[in-house]
């Protein structure tokens, strides 16, 4: 499911079980499938209770259908608790909460009615209706299993149900969804994997044919259905993959809206999700524990919703979905870092490198510099690259990647600068986390104990979808002693790394050579690797057999 989605390989073993009808933190206790638990579970209530659960299904609807998401905007949802927070807002109230989320301008509202997990009930979805009035949409979100129960939401006035693509079997699926545009409410189908996507493709061509594509709402969710963990990217990345089947489908169906759901837990991730170019954003979590927060929340994705026609703006984070996309599953993504000439960019391309990094630091060795010169060097290179490119000489254009270490400096200046005029793909701002701009790149956090791993974190939360972690410079021969500076040729211990990794998806770098490169791709299997000292001859200057032999054992 999408907000909190629950995982089909969940066992969780926490330190508080499940104990009667209340959940402990940190977390239940589950020993089988999660979801199949809830959908048994469901079922077993069904069979029991009946599709009201017990309660009393009014006789008609009472409010007129209000469309749902059509402008971008906001879902925050009235949520309880969860299988993997245990409680979230123990004491919420569903109209009170409505109402709020209301003032604070969202487009829509997602009420959980799924009551053995998630704490919410159909009496909290009437509440929630009778809050939203007649100009705010009203989603039930819960785990659907039959056509019966979408009449159920209709009557209790909700304008969209949330059906969930992997647990239903797609006639079903249909099914439900048809029953849906006959009440003329919306359907917000959640996908995931391929098999998610096919079965949408089913759901979408109904739609067509019922002249109901305003009424499909597409949600992609950015947490691990097998780990609990949060990427942003996520949905951007599904999203690039439905637009790729769409084209060899040659599909003549409207593209759907498509909205990112789970993980914006602060205004800057909402700001992120709306510049990405979603329609929406489904907001659980962070909404239900502070509802006075909502305005911001509403706010930023809307700010940067807005703010996405600026080209240069989060165009590094759609530029690299789309190599993570195309990547083989196997490989990592290889940055070739500290470069300085054209000839060493173009064979790095040419071997494969999916990202080349120039760095703009004033103490370092590989240190590009500013002015006109510089930035002739790097629109040649990048023109270059684009003619092979284009020619078929290189698979995909790399993206070009400014390094530096002091954003207000000449060269930290100067490299947003390319940046903003389109000759750098983005900004590693390395060793400046305090400064770090989301929108134009990500931060590169050097490590040399546990407590640097607090800062990983702190990234994490506030929305950074990526962190690259680096050695920490501890050696006065290496930029005069910075602390900001890589270039270290040292690898970072192997329990900084594993915890790193815990954290988020790993971004490796740091004294990465062609000898050490398989073992470290195969015991931390990082997404991404940065290679620099370790295929020089000199600072700047790369060694093109070290090179060829670093892509040979990646092979």
Same mark, same amino acid.
């Given at each position: 499911?999408?907000?909190?989605?629950?995982?089909?390989q969940?066992?969780v073993v926490?330190a !508080?079980?499940?104990?009667?009808?209340?959940?402990?933190?940190p977390?239940?206790?589950?020993?089988?499938d999660?979801l199949?638990?809830?959908c048994?579970?469901?079922l077993s209530?069904?069979?029991?209770?009946?599709f009201s659960?017990g309660?009393k299904?009014p006789e008609?609807?009472?409010?007129p259908?209000v469309?749902f998401l059509?402008?971008?905007?906001?879902?925050?949802e009235?949520?309880?608790a969860s299988?993997?927070?245990?409680?979230i807002?123990?004491e919420?109230?569903?109209e009170?909460?409505?109402?709020t !989320?209301?003032?604070?301008g #969202?487009?829509?509202?997602?009420?959980?009615?799924?009551?053995?997990y998630?704490h =919410?009930?159909l009496?909290?979805?009437?509440?929630?209706?009778?809050a939203?009035g007649?100009?705010?949409a009203v989603?039930?979100k819960?785990f659907?299993?039959e056509p019966?129960e979408?009449?159920i939401?209709?009557? !209790?006035g909700?304008?969209a149900?949330l059906?969930?693509a992997?647990? +239903?079997e797609?006639?079903k699926l249909?099914?439900m969804?048809?029953k849906?545009f006959?009440?003329?409410?919306?359907v917000? $189908?959640?996908?995931?994997?391929?098999?998610?996507?096919e079965?949408a493709?089913?759901v979408?061509?109904?739609?067509?044919? /019922?002249n109901?594509?305003?009424?499909?709402?597409?949600?992609?969710?950015?947490?691990?259905?097998a780990t609990?963990?949060?990427d942003?990217?996520?949905?951007?990345?599904?999203?690039?993959?439905i637009?790729k089947? !769409?084209?060899e489908?040659?599909a003549?169906?409207p593209?759907?809206r498509?909205i990112s759901?789970? =993980?914006v837990t602060t205004?800057?991730a909402?700001d992120?999700v709306?510049?990405?170019?979603?329609?929406g954003v489904?907001i659980?979590?962070?909404?239900?524990r502070n509802?006075?927060?909502a305005?911001?929340l509403v706010?930023?994705?809307?700010?940067g919703?807005?703010?996405?026609?600026?080209?240069y703006?989060y165009?590094?984070?759609?530029?690299?979905?789309?190599?993570?996309?195309?990547k083989?599953?196997e490989?990592?993504l290889v940055?070739?870092?500290?470069?300085?000439?054209?000839n060493?960019?173009?064979?790095?391309a040419?071997?494969?490198a999916?990202l080349l990094g120039f760095i703009?630091a004033?103490?370092? /060795?590989?240190?590009n510099?500013t002015g006109?010169e510089?930035?002739?060097?790097?629109a040649?290179i990048?023109?270059?690259l684009?003619?092979?490119?284009a020619?078929?000489e290189i698979?995909?254009? @790399?993206l070009?990647?400014?390094?530096i270490?002091?954003p207000?400096s000449e060269?930290?200046?100067f490299?947003?600068?390319?940046?903003c005029k389109?000759?750098l793909?983005?900004?590693q701002f390395?060793g400046?986390?305090?400064?770090a701009?989301?929108?134009?790149?990500y931060s590169?956090v050097?490590?040399?104990?546990?407590?640097?791993?607090?800062?990983? /974190?702190?990234l994490?939360a506030?929305?950074? @979808?990526?962190v690259l972690?680096?050695?920490?410079?501890?050696?006065?021969?290496?930029?005069?002693?910075d602390a900001?500076y890589g270039g270290?040729?040292k690898?970072i211990d192997e329990?900084?790394?594993t915890e790193a990794?815990?954290?988020g998806?790993?971004?490796l770098?740091?004294g990465? #050579?062609?000898?050490?490169?398989?073992? +470290?791709?195969s015991d931390?299997?990082?997404e $991404?690797?940065?290679?620099?000292?370790?295929i020089?001859?000199?600072?700047?200057?790369?060694?093109l057999?070290?090179?060829n032999?670093?892509?040979d054992?990646?092979?």
């Amino acid at each position: 499911m999408r907000g909190e989605s629950l995982p089909l390989q969940l066992h969780v073993v926490a330190a !508080y079980p499940f104990c009667g009808d209340t959940p402990q933190r940190p977390g239940w206790y589950f020993t089988m499938d999660i979801l199949t638990e809830i959908c048994e579970k469901r079922l077993s209530d069904i069979k029991a209770k009946g599709f009201s659960f017990g309660h009393k299904i009014p006789e008609k609807r009472t409010r007129p259908v209000v469309p749902f998401l059509p402008q971008p905007g906001t879902i925050l949802e009235i949520k309880r608790a969860s299988p993997s927070k245990g409680w979230i807002a123990p004491e919420l109230d569903s109209e009170k909460t409505a109402k709020t !989320y209301i003032k604070a301008g #969202t487009s829509a509202v997602s009420c959980l009615t799924e009551e053995n997990y998630f704490h =919410g009930s159909l009496e909290d979805l009437q509440k929630t209706c009778r809050a939203a009035g007649k100009k705010t949409a009203v989603l039930r979100k819960d785990f659907l299993l039959e056509p019966e129960e979408i009449e159920i939401a209709y009557r !209790y006035g909700a304008d969209a149900v949330l059906l969930i693509a992997r647990i +239903l079997e797609t006639e079903k699926l249909i099914s439900m969804a048809e029953k849906a545009f006959e009440l003329g409410i919306s359907v917000l $189908l959640e996908v995931r994997e391929d098999s998610d996507i096919e079965k949408a493709f089913f759901v979408l061509s109904k739609a067509h044919k /019922k002249n109901a594509d305003d009424k499909i709402v597409l949600g992609i969710n950015s947490r691990d259905l097998a780990t609990f963990t949060i990427d942003l990217l996520i949905p951007l990345k599904l999203k690039e993959r439905i637009s790729k089947i !769409y084209k060899e489908k040659g599909a003549d169906l409207p593209f759907p809206r498509v909205i990112s759901e789970s =993980g914006v837990t602060t205004p800057a991730a909402a700001d992120f999700v709306g510049n990405l170019g979603f329609h929406g954003v489904l907001i659980g979590e962070a909404a239900a524990r502070n509802p006075k927060e909502a305005k911001k929340l509403v706010s930023s994705f809307k700010d940067g919703a807005l703010k996405k026609h600026l080209a240069y703006e989060y165009s590094f984070w759609k530029k690299l979905a789309a190599k993570l996309e195309n990547k083989s599953p196997e490989k990592p993504l290889v940055k070739i870092c500290g470069l300085t000439d054209e000839n060493d960019a173009v064979k790095a391309a040419e071997l494969g490198a999916d990202l080349l990094g120039f760095i703009f630091a004033e103490k370092s /060795k590989r240190n590009n510099g500013t002015g006109i010169e510089s930035e002739k060097k790097l629109a040649a290179i990048r023109e270059k690259l684009s003619s092979m490119t284009a020619g078929g000489e290189i698979k995909s254009l @790399p993206l070009m990647v400014g390094v530096i270490v002091e954003p207000a400096s000449e060269e930290g200046l100067f490299a947003c600068q390319l940046c903003c005029k389109g000759i750098l793909d983005g900004i590693q701002f390395h060793g400046c986390s305090e400064f770090a701009d989301g929108a134009t790149g990500y931060s590169a956090v050097p490590l040399a104990d546990a407590n640097d791993l607090e800062e990983i /974190k702190l990234l994490n939360a506030v929305g950074f @979808p990526r962190v690259l972690i680096d050695a920490k410079n501890v050696s006065s021969e290496n930029a005069r002693g910075d602390a900001r500076y890589g270039g270290t040729g040292k690898t970072i211990d192997e329990k900084l790394v594993t915890e790193a990794k815990k954290i988020g998806t790993l971004w490796l770098s740091g004294g990465i #050579t062609p000898e050490n490169v398989k073992q +470290l791709v195969s015991d931390f299997k990082p997404e $991404l690797i940065d290679v620099a000292s370790g295929i020089e001859s000199e600072p700047g200057k790369k060694d093109l057999d070290k090179m060829n032999k670093l892509f040979d054992e990646l092979k």
